[in-house]
């Protein structure tokens, strides 16, 4: 027997609890109630307005569970990309990444990437995971991110660069460049992905190649699986 009782109201109200726990277990619930109880829906929308912001979490959250073919919350969670809270952020992330969802809110991640804080840019970096928006604006975007100020989102766009990129060689030559950014992590970022893109130019394997010798002992170790996988696709193709 369900735990939860029988008032819909009182379930609402656990949206509210700021349990994460507490909340997604009543999301579910409003989800599982609202397909034979027509009042659900109309509520989790008016408590989007709420002043209480772990209720226009939940009931963020719980409208999320109706499925991605409802729109009602994607305001919400586009804000909720900017959290201070990892797990709201994340969610959020995960929700808008839908390709139902992405196709809906792209224009909105593609301005947060240029005008969004750095944590909006970098979670927005990470929704446009997806071939969905794989388009000559969103390359734009992503190239334009590869020289943030802020080192995570530079991060975020080499990421989401490798994984949607359908010009390797551009985008490959593009990651070359972060193998001397700045910030160590985006310098083994930029060598394990270039290991993974696999396209061996000269002027690739001789950037690799002049930091096997750098201080930096992880990125010594990245640029080594680097150019091992890159020379074992060169050998596979001759």
Known sequence: MSSFPVDAAEILQRLGSGDSRIQRAAAEECARRASTDPTIRPKLVAALGSADAPLRWGAAYALSRLGPA????DDAFVEYLGSEVSDVRWTATEILSDPIVLRRVAERMRNLI?????????????CL???CVNSAQFDASIDRALDDQDHNVRLAAMSCLAQITRRKPEAAERLSERLFDENAAVRRAAAAHLGKLEVATSQILSSLESLR???????RRAVD????RLRDRTSRSR
């Open 70 to 73: 409802f729109d009602e919350a």
């Open 114 to 126: 240029a005008n969004g804080t750095p944590v909006q840019r970098r979670m927005a970096l990470y």
């Open 129 to 131: 995971r997806n071939e």
């Open 213 to 219: 010798d750098h201080p930096d002992v992880s990125l």
């Open 225 to 228: 699986q680097a150019l091992t």
